[in-house]
């Protein structure tokens, strides 16, 4: 719909610009967004990207483009293609760092020192834009939704991206979290949806709907995978479940497989033994 070109800022709203990241690869699709967004008098940035001064630059162009300084820089969750660049932005912006609270977790961003940390269903007042914060944990314990009341349109961070699902990591991730936070979205009035990586999403209802049902598909697989492999060691099922995923992603894929063996324990139609091994309850 909008071209995806690195450095470039694109509107797609009133008010409402993407800058591309110049971080292109398998976990990030083209890149990750970064949204520009008007504020009373000035420029809030949410998800200022990678620790890369070259988006850094491009994000000062951006600002100094359309006469707007810095005012805010927001979070939806502190993975490092989505954070760390606020470390090198703070000094260039005369107001907070907000979003979600510090995680304890190895693929976080340890730089990440929020000033203020926001609470679900908090509203951030910008003028003509209002956002209210939807938490939705899932991809990560921290995730956080931002939804534009006045327009519809939600930033989606890596809850929903387009083109791909979102890897689940566990202790971190959870999928039953996950889930529970995509089907709290179907009660939301939501226009369309600006995703942490790729393109809009225009139909979100049916987006939100697929992915639930692709997850629970994949569920019913790992179940009978171990059915036909009881005792098995999450990665003794991988190429099992994922055979229809290209084998170098299967080392990714793993942590999304660990998270359904989770679920499937939650709901107690599977076990985890002392060693390990998960088997259908």
Known sequence: MFALTPGQPVEIGSGIWRLLALNPGMMSGPGTNTYLMADHDGLAV??????????????LRAAQSLNMPLTRLLVTHTHRDHSPAVA?????????VIGPPILDDPLQDDSWAPDVVLADGEQIDLGKLRLRVIATP????NHL???EENSGLLFS???????????????AGSMSDYLRSLRRLLDET??????????????????????????LAREEKVFQALNDQPDSLPADLVALVYNDVPTFLHGVAAFSLDAHLIRLAEL????????????PA
């Open 88 to 96: 090198l932005l703070r000094s260039h912006c005369r107001g907070p």
């Open 138 to 141: 899932g991809h990560v314990s």
């Open 145 to 147: 939704c931002y939804l």
């Open 157 to 171: 961070g890596d809850h929903l991206i387009n083109g791909s699902t979102v890897v689940i990591a566990p202790p």
């Open 46 to 59: 949410l998800d200022p990207g990678p620790a890369d001064s070259r988006h850094v630059d491009n994000i």
């Open 190 to 215: 939501i226009s369309h949806i600006a995703p942490g990586h790729g393109d809009l999403i225009l139909d979100p209802v049916l987006t939100i709907e697929a992915t639930i049902g692709h997850r």
């Open 268 to 279: 107690q139609r599977a076990v985890r033994t002392e060693d390990g091994r998960y088997r």
